[in-house]
């Protein structure tokens, strides 16, 4: 071992490194990676993009971010090189989220962006789609988010208990960046469905307050599994206003039964769309009633549809995961998916 190896590698000084990097409030928590000259360049010659270019920016705080502060919290984060374009990416779609650029990461719910990668870039840097897609284990799932949230807070300089007001927070808020299994899914991936060409690589993302597991998997019909999902999109726990917006993680097993009963991704969105929601008597009795907003007093059994409509945005549905348990998830969205998702580029 070479005299200049055996200094990089002295676990004293790396330890020194991480020390001084926390001290400084640069980090979430979690050791990070120094981020010099020399690494943060080798991100940059992973782009097109001019280093100075904006590359999100917080109209609140009149606050921006360039390329090259994005790429200095990559490194930080534990990116390697080539995941800095989908990092890019991600902040091409946080930037077209309305919560996002309306104080959301600010907010007292402590959202965390939910990053959803498409196309055959999944296979080449290693993203999980499959088992555990939630948890930890995989390099690109783990780094990727946390450069968000770590320009967040050195970009943005939005930290927890200075500008950042969660009340509790999300569960693994800088942790959540999945593939979809586009491969056991009998659908258009979501970003077809957003209006991406199929095999391009592309990034959509949503800021997320919540997961709730559906966790069935000893249905005899589609129908049983839909109605499981009605139950608990409709549960009241989330709603702060008209509407609760949703997703769900879909398990390739359920989303395999759907598709054998004959339905498309649409099909399952607008039969869940049409059944969940509560009377006014229901939202009365956990103190959600609606009646003070417009249209109001309402009937005790008026209903109250919990999704606004059954477009897309408004319940995006994602194959994820694997089929040897048929569990799914639903997550609860902070405002509303723009729609949209974005090309790695």
């Known amino acids: 071992m070479s005299e200049h190896i055996a200094v990089t590698l002295d676990p004293d000084v790396a330890t020194g490194v991480a020390e001084e990097i926390y001290g400084r409030g640069w980090t979430d928590g979690l050791p990070a990676l120094p981020a ?3 690494s943060v360049q080798r991100f940059l010659a992973t782009t097109q993009r001019a280093e100075d270019e904006v590359a999100a920016h917080h109209p609140q705080l009149e606050r921006h971010v360039t390329v090259r502060d994005v790429a200095v919290s990559a490194v930080m984060a534990g990116c390697l090189p080539e995941y800095f374009p989908v990092v890019l990416a991600a902040w091409d779609a946080l930037s077209a989220e309305r919560a996002a650029l309306g104080g959301g990461w600010q907010s007292t719910s402590g959202p965390g962006p939910l990053i959803i990668v498409n196309g055959p870039i999944r296979h080449q840097l290693g993203i999980n789609s499959e088992g555990g897609v939630l948890g930890p284990g995989f390099r690109a799932n783990a780094t990727i988010p946390r450069a968000i949230g770590l320009t967040v807070r050195n970009g943005f300089g939005i930290r927890p208990r200075e500008l950042e007001q969660a009340t509790v927070g999300t569960v693994g808020r800088w942790q959540l960046c999945i593939g979809e299994n586009e491969e056991a899914s009998p659908w258009e991936p979501l970003s077809e469905e957003a209006g991406v060409e199929p095999g ?3 990034v959509a993302a949503t800021l997320v307050r919540t997961f709730e597991v559906v966790d069935n998997r000893s249905f005899t019909s589609a129908e049983e599994v839909l109605a499981d999902f009605v139950d608990t999109i409709q549960r009241s726990g989330a709603l702060i206003g008209r509407h609760s917006p949703t997703g769900i993680l879909l398990n390739p097993a359920h989303a395999q039964l759907f598709a054998g009963a004959g339905m498309s991704k649409q099909d399952v969105r607008e039969w869940i769309v049409a059944r969940a929601g509560r009377t006014e008597a229901e939202l009365q ?5 609606l009646s003070h907003l417009p249209g109001g007093p309402f009937a005790a059994d008026h209903r109250h549809p919990t999704l606004a409509d059954a477009k897309p945005a ?5 194959v994820a995961g ?23 580029r």
């Open 36 to 38: 010099t000259e020399e």
């Open 200 to 202: 391009v690589s592309a």
């Open 285 to 289: 009795a956990v103190g959600k009633g």
């Open 314 to 318: 408004t319940l995006p549905i994602i």
């Open 322 to 344: 694997t089929s040897n348990a048929a569990m799914s998830m639903v997550f609860r969205v902070l405002g509303l998916w723009s729609g949209r998702s974005f090309p790695v």
